[in-house]
């Protein structure tokens, strides 16, 4: 029997469960959890350790099929994935969602992460929620891919359907597995798993304080509208207040008056002997963050961003 | 070399200026980046007033505009030395090269060459 493995990593609701789902011949091992975060805006369950499932191609060769926790804080199972459960992998698939503020953003986060692991196998880049968010489309992809130095594959497809997930596999298979019955793997995979459409339901319960809470090293947060008024705010000391609220006072002044620079996405106040201050902005809204001055600027600002697109302003996503 | 250049050669900066007492006193900024200097300049200048009248302990600010990062390092009371790099710049190896060099930033504030 020989045994193959693909990794598929991405950001929370990416679909990394959904597609090793349509994909098993197995009951998949899930280690699902209620989420207890800002992830609660996009779905009930979030995985906290990995997601396992098994395609069989033909009678002497399968697929192992491993997903990594999207959550930044389980990281340490992506080492373990990346190191130990699928450290033979064939190759790596980096799902990306499509409604993500900046979608490029994730694939530097993750070929970052993953470089060592990808120096010495295929990446595959399967772009998902396109039906709900089509921009970028494909040729702003690789466009985009070009400029990062990063010359892959790109697939848009919908983790629900098997057919499509199925594409990926075979693209990175068919290379050193010639005699598979491509179709009638679908076929199965369809007779099997069905493609069924429940997947993306959001589910608002969280304010964004809470979630911002639960993230690492975050001490207090400030929620502000347009006019810079306080929506939530568990900061109690007022000069603190006072402050954040001059510097996003003045990130809309800036994105203003100094329009060919772009838009201020934030301001980090730091200091050796105290509590890191930022203010992230996004559209009509802002987070003002207290955090743990050993939390570094990148794990930060894509805390941040994680939390403001999934706030409730940005509902649209629903 | 000037520590501008050698904050470039490391992939630290694009450029940089000196303020001290909110007065411009050296800049590697080029002519056609005037724009940039002048946002740089006024609005981290802005940031630390407000640390001043709000805060004690803070002596970094970053402001991320677009794709650029503008940095400002208080060297001490009345002196600040600012950057523009590119949005993705290591913070903290900035933060270390300050540390590493400060003598340097006040030769050069010191320095009676004109800016």
Known sequence: ?318 | MTIWREMQDEGLILYGCLMFGGELKRSSFPAEYKKHLAVAKQSLTYIFRSVEKNAKGYDEAHMEIGDNLFSGFRLDKDSVVIFLSEHDANTLHIRQFIEDNKKRFFDLLNDSQPA
Not at chain 1, 32 to 40: E, I, K, L, N, P
Not at chain 1, 68 to 89: I, K, N, S, V, Y
Not at chain 1, 97 to 121: G, Q, V
């Open chain 1, 1 to 318: 029997m020989k045994d193959y493995k693909i990794l598929f990593t991405g950001s929370v609701c990416s679909g990394k469960t959904t597609a090793i789902r349509s994909l098993s011949d197995i009951e998949t091992l899930d280690t699902d959890a209620s989420a207890s975060d800002v992830t609660v805006r996009r779905k009930k369950n979030t995985t906290i350790a990995m997601d396992y499932g098994v395609l069989e191609l033909t009678s002497d060769a399968r697929v192992h099929l491993y997903g990594t926790p999207g959550q930044e804080r389980f990281r340490f199972m992506w080492e373990m994935l990346a190191c130990e459960f699928a450290h033979d992998a064939i190759g790596m698939v980096l799902m990306v969602d499509n409604t993500r503020k900046d979608p490029f953003r994730d694939i530097r986060f993750y070929a970052k992460e993953f470089s060592d692991y990808l120096l010495k196998r295929r990446l595959i880049i399967a772009v998902t929620h396109s039906d709900v968010e089509p921009s970028p489309d494909y040729q702003e992809y690789l466009s985009a891919l070009k400029n990062l130095g990063i010359m892959t594959t790109v697939m848009f497809i919908d983790a629900r359907d098997p057919r499509a997930v199925l594409g990926i596999v075979e693209e990175l298979i068919s290379a050193v597995e010639r005699n598979i019955d491509w179709d009638s793997v679908c076929d199965r995979l369809l007779d099997n798993n069905g493609f069924t459409l429940d997947f993306y339901k959001p589910l608002y319960e969280e304010t964004l304080l809470d979630a911002a809470m639960n993230k690492r090293g975050v001490l207090g947060a400030m929620h502000l509208g347009d006019e810079q008024e306080i929506l939530c705010s568990n900061i109690d000391d007022k000069p603190t207040k006072n402050l954040m609220r001059n510097i996003d006072r003045l990130t809309d002044a800036i994105s203003d008056k100094a329009g060919f620079l772009g838009k201020v996405n934030n301001v980090v106040l730091a200091g050796p002997d105290v509590q890191t201050l930022s203010v992230f902005n996004d559209k009509s809204q802002s987070l003002c963050l207290c955090s743990d001055r050993d939390i570094s600027l990148p794990v930060l600002k894509q805390q941040a961003s994680d939390l403001l697109q999934w706030s409730i302003e940005n509902d649209y996503l629903a």
